[in-house]
């Protein structure tokens, strides 16, 4: 992943910091407010580490999966839509339902109608 989806979706990210730096505190992190640059000094400053050290560990830590918690996440879901549109054909809304996959009934009871 990359710094941008951390900085944009912060707070989404405040179990999966904590998980991997348990010494990181949430009122902290909410002052940080998604800068690189102070979540490194926070880092090295909770860790006892030297900045090099800090950003080295947040390297590592960014090469793996954004996690499912932040994916699952309301804000991210418009950005999931949004980058889905290049699947969807010309002239179609990306936003809009579609009849095929049977979201579309006036009765909606949460079962499938079909037989």
Known sequence: MKWRHVQDNWSAFYEAIQDRWPEADESELDEIDGDQRAFIAYIAAVTDQDAGEARDEIREWLAGEIPSDVVMDPSHDNHSIALSSKYVGDGEDEYAD????????????GFDNRD
């Open 98 to 109: 579609d009849a095929r996959f049977g979201d579309d009934d006036d009765e909606d009871d």
